[in-house]
């Protein structure tokens, strides 16, 4: 199936992968909220700054890489740009579940900020550079809800794992 773009037309496969991209950009440090207040009792040894460093350093994160991605994805290949966010994004991800320490999750958690930063331009980026009119208004919105969505999903599925010991 062909998408209309305004440009031209793209595989629907395209489509997705650009709104999947829209699915990560704003879980750092948000979809952990709903789990704060059981930190404490996870992490019985932390300091209420190392909470707070937990859900507030990748959101810092993200703004110098989000500048710096920005300013990349001019001159340099916004796949390759894309692919590195993206697998940093995974990787810290993972290594988040598998963290016994509140260090490793922060310094997990810093990376994962990093690695949104770099995909956070791209978000929108990605959408401007392949739609035109109308059909970017409705892209850009649809990328919109899909963020919002994930957003919803993420927080929901966080405060499940917290009722469950998601150690």
């Known amino acids: 199936m062909k998408i209309n773009t ?6 629907l496969i395209t489509l ?12 750092p440090g948000l979809a952990i909220s709903p789990i704060l207040d059981d930190m404490s009792r996870i992490f019985p040894h932390s300091s209420e700054l190392e909470i707070s460093m937990l859900e507030s350093l990748p959101s810092l994160m ?11 994805s001019v001159s340099r290949n916004k796949i390759k740009i894309l ?14 579940l598998l963290s016994k ?9 810093t990376i994962i900020g990093i690695g949104a930063g770099m ?17 970017r208004v409705r892209q850009l919105g649809v990328s919109s809800a899909v963020n919002n969505l994930t957003l919803v999903v993420a927080t929901s599925v966080v ?6 010991d998601w150690h």
């Open 6 to 11: 305004g440009k031209g037309t793209i595989p």
């Open 16 to 27: 997705v992968a650009i709104l999947s991209v829209s699915a990560i950009v704003s879980l």
């Open 62 to 72: 993200i703004i110098p890489f989000m500048l710096l991605a920005g300013h990349w």
């Open 83 to 96: 692919f590195f966010g993206t697998l940093l994004f995974l990787l810290s991800g993972v290594w988040s």
């Open 101 to 109: 320490h509140l260090v490793e999750l922060i310094v997990a958690s």
């Open 119 to 135: 995909i956070i331009p791209l978000s929108t980026g990605l959408i401007v550079e392949y739609f035109t009119g109308q059909q």
């Open 159 to 164: 405060g499940s794992l917290a009722d469950v």
